[in-house]
DNA sequence: TTGTATGCGTTATCAA
DNA sequence: TTGATAACGCATACAA
């Protein structure tokens, strides 16, 4: 095994030219090469131990059978699952993923995706949430966007119903008595930021209400939840309730009410978004919207692999449902407005 | 942008021939080309937005800018840092990361090392921890173990230093006073496990002391852990002390402890390993061994990137320094043996 | 310093 | 049904 067998070498000992070899050894072409020769051909690559050289491959039919992943940061605990159920689903099919982190930044993200374009990827998955950037793919390339969608909808997307998730924990509160209920929103130059900002003020519109302080979070992270909490609160008076964001933005907001010596949720309750690890052991358990995110990986995945199959279709939008996970971090206000 | 552009397009448009445009292209045979030539090469590879065919590179030089990553499961909370620090190390260096997850299966890992072979991959970076199984790669192909190292030390390592972490622990309980410490360890047929039980022991000894208890968990998980609290608080008497054999396995302990009753730390110590996100906010905060699983993803790939440069040279075996992380969950205890 | 020629292993096209 | 041939894009030995 010092030379990995080639396709010429198991021609050779079936006896075969290399053409017919290929032929045999694809699934796709086999039906063209008599059974007989082609069960000698597969015997002979068998004690060979002949596995094809993909870039042999790739350089011919200009694909591969690897599919490029492209995150933000695979630290934020969203995207593990996400990524997981990318590559289940790929496997599945034969594919491998690459992967590639953008920390959200623009120009790496360019980067990344000219890199891997030079490495023939059967198509792309995008996770990335920066609203202003498209891809810098052409158009003949498969992608499917995680979290994201195009407005004119022409690329493949898959999108948990966050609307609904927002409406849901808005009607939540409304339903325990809350009037005065403020929303810490996530960066306005993210996707998700925007669409859950937009889906909290539907959700008090849809009750005759407005909201009582809405305060932009500089980021996705509890230090500035924290910091947005603590301007929410100097600044509104007799908030009850506030619709974080996500999990980070509501943790730090734990911080900024304990700072003040409002207890939670005896005094303001609080709401996540994203279901993180571990928020059943925050004090107090953040009632939150739990994402499907594996299968939001897998549907993907699953997605862009009927693409590649089938590129000409249109492109599918699919949006999965979410869940409202009930937890201790709210009540009924202690005095209803 | 329709088709990518190839290094004959480049080479035309800096009306040079396509060799000359590959020398300048490349870093290795740069100054084999006059300085003049090479700008204007490279210029042009610039507004064609080149980016070189690495199936045709592959083919041709019979290696490739690719790594294999291969974990257990993402979905643990200790592979995200360490697959980002592995994939930043790379990136530096030009190399992409293809992830693979194995479940812990033996047959899983086989099939997907198989799969990658057929990859033309530059390496390998196995962060599986089962025992038994060592890779059927061959012997030419370039390895880096994550948290495991071969007997024979043939293969090149990075590890945390996990016994220094665990003495650390004991040292700690010690010193404020412990006498009776039992150990939760984890699953004896990885590596983890068997080096945290022995280092347990060791750290022990050191101080004249043997294990109260010793039970192992059936898993690194929380409800494993729980298990494996019950069964050793049933069965051992006055614990003051208990070492986990991660956090997650503490985190069960926590629940055992509040089910029989019994208080932390007031009535029995826990202490944990990994350091894993969101262990500050728990309640009790865990007292546990902070591993730098970013730095050792960053000098895994480092590693690999050296010994792809140079196979020859002997394997290196990393060791990096690991911190206790003091927090609330130990205490001295109320009655010191 | 640059150009020419060749081959890496595979598969698509054409001919037999 | 099978064989011959060419080409995918790149890097390198050799020639100029």
Redesign the pocket.
């Known amino acids: 095994m010092d ?2 067998a ?3 070498d198991v021609a050779e000992l079936a ?9 045999a ?2 699934p ?2 086999r039906d ?3 059974p ?3 069960a000698r051909i597969v015997e002979a690559a068998r004690t060979l131990g ?1 596995s ?2 993909s ?3 790739s ?4 694909t591969s059978s690897v599919v490029g992943v492209v995150i933000p940061d695979l630290r934020n605990p969203v995207f593990p699952p996400i990524v997981r159920g990318v590559e289940d689903a790929l496997r599945e099919a034969g594919y491998l993923a690459l992967l590639g982190n953008t920390d959200g930044d623009a120009e790496r993200e360019r980067d990344l995706l000219t890199t891997m374009r030079g490495q023939q990827l059967a198509g792309f998955i995008l996770a990335t949430s920066r609203r202003d950037t498209l891809p810098p793919l052409g158009p003949d390339v498969s992608v499917v966007l995680v979290n994201r969608r195009t407005e004119a909808g022409d690329i493949a997307s898959v999108v948990p119903d966050s609307g609904a998730g927002v409406r849901a924990v808005v009607n939540l509160l409304v339903e325990r008595g809350h009037r005065r209920i403020a929303h810490l929103a996530g960066p306005q130059d993210t996707s998700t930021g925007v669409e859950r900002h937009r889906a909290f003020l539907d959700g008090l519109a849809a009750h005759g209400l407005s909201p009582v302080g809405v305060v932009v979070s500089a980021a996705f992270t509890e230090q500035a939840g924290y910091e947005a909490a603590q301007e929410l609160l100097a600044g509104s008076a007799a908030v009850t309730a506030i619709v974080a964001g996500n999990d980070m933005i509501a943790l730090g907001c734990y911080r900024a009410l304990e700072e003040r010596g409002l207890r939670c949720p005896e005094d303001v309750s609080v709401t996540g978004f994203n279901d993180m690890p571990f928020l059943d052991k925050q004090r107090p358990a953040l009632t939150t919207v739990r994402i499907p995110h594996y299968d939001i990986g897998y549907e993907a995945a699953r997605l862009l692999l009927e693409r590649i199959a089938n590129p000409g279709a249109p492109a599918k939008r699919v949006v999965l449902p979410v869940q409202l996970i009930t937890r201790d971090s709210v009540t009924s206000p202690a005095s209803p407005a």
């Open positions: 030379k990995p080639t396709i010429k006896r075969v030219h290399a053409a017919t070899a290929s032929r050894l694809n796709q072409t063209k090469v008599s007989r020769t082609a002949y094809p050289n870039a042999a491959r350089l011919r039919t200009r």
